[in-house]
Nanobody, 119 residues
Framework: QVQLVESGGGLVQPGGSLRLSCAAS????????MGWYRQAPGKQRDLVAA???????YYADSVKGRFTISRDNAKNMVYLQMNSLKPEDTAVYLC?????????????WGQGTQVTVSS
C-alpha cells in the first residue's frame, strides 16, 4: 500500500509564506510526476504546480513567480514553497504522485491540507 501524507498548511496573513511538504511511503518502485492541486469550496480541483522526473516544472499562471515546487527523490517527497500569499490562494491543497509499485503506475493523492490567507 502507498500513502501520501501532507503537512505545512495553516493560517497566514496576506503577503506571508508557507511551505507544504508531502511524503510518500509504502511499497514504492519509482515515482514519476509529482504535483500540487488546490480546491476551494464550491470550485473544481485545479493544478497549481507540477515537477517531472527530469526536474522540469509547470506552474499555473496565478502562482507564477510566487510559488516554487521542488522534489527530493531520495526521500520520496515533494514541496511547495508559497510566498506573497493572497486571499485567493485560500483552499485545500492536495499533493499528487504518479507511483509505480510492483504493478503498473497509478495515481495517488494526499488527504489535503488547509491553507487560509486572511488578515
Amino acid at each position: 500500500q502507498v500513502q501520501l501524507v501532507e503537512s505545512g498548511g495553516g493560517l497566514v496573513q496576506p503577503g506571508g509564506s508557507l511551505r507544504l511538504s508531502c511524503a510518500a511511503s509504502g511499497n514504492i518502485f519509482s515515482i514519476g510526476t509529482m504535483g500540487w492541486y488546490r480546491q476551494a469550496p464550491g470550485k473544481q480541483r485545479d493544478l497549481v504546480a507540477a515537477i517531472f522526473n527530469g526536474g522540469t516544472t509547470y506552474y499555473a499562471d496565478s502562482v507564477k513567480g510566487r510559488f516554487t515546487i521542488s522534489r527530493d527523490n531520495a526521500k520520496n517527497m515533494v514541496y511547495l514553497q508559497m510566498n506573497s500569499l493572497k486571499p485567493e490562494d485560500t483552499a485545500v491543497y492536495l499533493c499528487h504522485m504518479r507511483i509505480a509499485t510492483m504493478s503498473s503506475p497509478d495515481d495517488y493523492w494526499g488527504q489535503g491540507t488547509q491553507v487560509t490567507v486572511s488578515s
